[in-house]
């Protein structure tokens, strides 16, 4: 049966409720990764050697491996998570299985699994069941449109959380201040590009674009090229659209069907009815080709350590990137700063194909250094300071937790318990209600998530935190 929400603003108020608590106190750094992904677990790194898998869906944590963070843990600390996991090529298969040659670690069931190039391309199947340990089978639920071979190429498309620890020196030479630890495999792994040229002492954040979202891709647009090149970087032409210049910089294109079908690129910039990718394409598109305009997946952004410099890692060259905007940040971000990525705003200003919003900004509260929120536009390498909003009067500490749904950005304000809500689309910033629970000392580090309950077009969105210096963990219906 449909779940049906019956309640109301003023007859029902909001109400804080507690759930089961953290294992270990956050502290100094802790941080809890969001995966709005299938069973959305969610990471908490309560030091560098202890981490957490929470289920909301169960209200239960279950230790993960040590992180082994080199570095010293402490404010500067933070995580993301992405949507892409383990990729290979198949040993073989049938039109039901694939054989991976990976090392599963758990069985993956309702996790996707998507075919990137050769028999099955384009494909993208539940996961039935995954065999566990050395050359494990992955089952889907539903046959794919060809057998797979030894020549079919797959992704995964299951949670993989990215951890930056704080350094106190330019880090670009200490090796395992930047891992990630892989749900389908159960590992972490130390990057070689281990960290942006900066010391990071202070409040951090990092922010990851996923094209995947809760139980499938999220498509900012859709269409069908009437022509396309693949000399130098690859172009296709859409006749008909009407596209601002550059809107879509930054973004990706997936090719869904066709010509070329299961191929990902960058775009890297567009006009009104023509997309330069990144590069050219194994095999070149052409009318046939079907392409989704989404979110991308190899970049993920760093800002804070009381710095204006914005950093992007690529996670495909595996390298940090300084980038250089075309209008800088005008002062730099403090204690209790932010940076929520916007990508589901309803609104038809956000959702406009030939201005598009969603999955183009980052919006920072600046923190401790003023009631001032500024925005970064991904398409255009730029920054729009100290937007207008009211009332600008509120600002953040060290303590502020931040957790992002769909037109809103949730904020609790130091330690105090007071919760706000800033309305993205209208730049109103709200009280939303007080948690009257006493929390520990103020703390740097992020332990605010959403969690949302849905049942076909019914969508209750929980918003959840662990509080300050403390394993008590509480969560809201938003209403």
Do not use: H
């Amino acid at each position: 049966m449909t779940t049906t929400v019956v309640n109301r603003k003023l007859l029902d108020l909001k109400r804080w409720e507690m759930v089961t608590p953290a294992p270990a106190a956050s502290a100094s750094g802790s941080v809890i990764a969001p995966s709005r992904m299938v069973q959305q677990q969610q990471l908490f790194v309560q030091s560098a050697t202890v981490a957490y898998l929470y289920n909301p869906f169960e209200d239960g944590w279950v230790q993960v491996p040590s992180p082994a963070l080199a570095g010293t843990f402490g404010t500067g600390a933070c995580a993301t998570a992405t949507c892409v996991g383990p990729t290979g090529t198949a040993t073989g298969g049938t039109t039901t299985t694939i054989n991976t040659g990976l090392s599963l670690a758990r069985g993956l069931a309702g996790y996707q699994v998507l075919i990137t190039a050769g028999p099955g391309a384009g494909d993208v199947r539940t996961i039935q069941q995954a065999t566990v340990g050395a050359n494990s089978i992955i089952t889907v639920t539903s046959a794919f449109s060809t057998a797979i071979t030894s020549a079919s190429v797959f992704r995964l498309m299951t949670p993989r959380w990215y951890v930056l620890n704080a350094i106190g020196s330019l880090g670009t030479t200490t090796a395992g201040v930047f891992r990630y630890y892989d749900f389908a495999l159960n590992t972490w792994t130390s990057l070689s590009a281990n960290a942006p040229a900066l010391v990071i002492s202070t409040d951090s954040v990092l922010t990851a674009t996923p094209s995947y979202v809760d139980n499938g891709f999220v498509s900012f647009a859709t269409g069908t090229a009437t022509s396309a090149t693949n000399t130098t970087n690859a172009t296709i032409t859409v006749t008909g659209k009407t596209w601002t210049t550059n809107q879509w910089s930054n973004y990706q294109l997936r090719v869904t069907a066709g010509t070329g079908v299961g191929q990902i690129k960058s775009i890297t910039s567009n006009t009104g009815t023509v997309l330069t990718l990144n590069g050219v394409f194994t095999t070149a598109l052409d009318a046939t080709s079907v392409y989704a305009i989404e979110a991308n997946d190899d970049y993920i952004y760093y800002t804070g350590s009381n710095a204006v410099t914005l950093y992007r890692y690529g996670i495909t060259a595996g390298t940090w990137t300084t980038l250089t905007p075309g209008t800088a940040r005008a002062a730099a971000p403090g204690n209790g700063m932010s940076a929520n990525w916007v990508w589901a705003v309803s609104d038809a200003s956000w959702t406009n194909e030939s201005a598009i919003k969603n999955g183009r900004f980052i919006y920072s509260a600046r923190g401790t250094t003023g009631a001032i929120i500024d925005t970064y536009d991904i398409a255009l390498n730029t920054w729009a300071n100290a937007i207008a909003y009211a009332p600008a009067t509120e600002t953040f500490a060290a303590g502020t937790k931040y957790a992002y749904f769909g037109n809103y950005i949730y904020i609790q304000k130091d330690a105090t318990g007071r919760w706000f809500q800033f309305d993205v689309l209208n730049n109103s910033m709200e009280g939303w209600s007080t948690t009257l629970y006493t929390q520990g000392a103020a703390l740097m580090g992020n332990t605010a998530f959403v969690a949302p309950y849905t049942d076909g077009a019914t969508v209750i969105p929980y918003v959840n935190f662990i509080l300050n210096t403390s394993t008590v963990m509480l969560r809201q219906m938003v209403i």
